[in-house]
T-cell receptor, first 109, second 112 residues
Framework: AQRVTQPEKLLSVFKGAPVELKCNYS??????LFWYVQYSRQRLQLLLR??SRESIKGFTADLNKGETSFHLKKPFAQEEDSAMYYC???????????FGRGTQLTVWP | SAVISQKPSRDICQRGTSLTIQCQVD?????MFWYRQQPGQSLTLIAT?????????ESGFVIDKFPISRPNLTFSTLTVSNMSPEDSSIYLC?????????FGPGTRLLVL
């Protein structure tokens, strides 16, 4: 069975500080990993995915298959980064995307 | 990406009643999904809505409680049956386009 663990329910940092949102997964095979974000009063949207190896809004995430982790990082957090972040994993069959419980990030001025 | 909408956006219901949530996409999509978003808990996949066949339910969710329809490639409904306060949640519709999953605005349900 697939499982996604986001150990931090809440995370607070000050503006300009580095931030890391942790995600560990348990999945057989070679899954696809994603980070989705939900800003206040907005719908859930894709932030980034591991296969793209891209940086979005200053965020990056590296897939570590040995540690089965996909932590989201940003070197200098901004107030507008405050949001709920969900890590997601999708296997190869039927396109189902499973999420962790989410981490609420608050960036203080 | 296609525009995805849900109705109603919110509702307050009495226990024992049922509510049907509608999801509309403005272009044809193959795969649609229903999720439940509870505060402090995971964003949980309820089922995959398949056009022309029965929905595929995840562990812990059953058709009698959450019947789903998918009459065509642009529309789906989720019914929350015989509601209890534990069903109070946000219900999200979603579709898959390529590698990206897009989400509707959600339906906020409160069961009294």
């Amino acid at each position: 069975a697939q499982r996604v663990t986001q150990p931090e329910k809440l995370l607070s940092v000050f503006k300009g500080a580095p931030v890391e949102l942790k995600c560990n997964y348990s999945y057989s095979g070679s899954p696809e990993l994603f980070w989705y974000v939900q800003y206040s009063r907005q719908r859930l949207q894709l932030l980034l995915r591991h296969i793209s190896r891209e940086s979005i809004k200053g965020f990056t995430a590296d897939l570590n298959k040995g540690e089965t982790s996909f932590h989201l990082k940003k070197p200098f957090a901004q107030e507008e980064d405050s949001a709920m972040y969900y890590c997601g994993v999708r296997g190869s069959t039927l396109g189902r995307l499973y999420f962790g419980r989410g981490t609420q990030l608050t960036v203080w001025p | 990406s296609a525009v995805i909408s849900q109705k109603p956006s919110r509702d307050i219901c009495q226990r024992g009643t049922s509510l049907t949530i509608q999801c509309q996409v403005d272009s044809q999509v193959t795969m649609m999904f229903w999720y439940r978003q509870q505060p402090g808990q995971s964003l949980t996949l309820i089922a995959t809505a398949n056009q022309g066949s029965e929905a595929t339910y995840e562990s812990g969710f059953v058709i009698d409680k959450f019947p789903i329809s998918r009459p065509n490639l642009t529309f789906s409904t989720l019914t929350v049956s015989n509601m209890s306060p534990e069903d109070s949640s946000i219900y999200l519709c979603s579709y898959l386009a390529g590698e990206t999953q897009y989400f509707g605005p959600g339906t906020r349900l409160l069961v009294l």
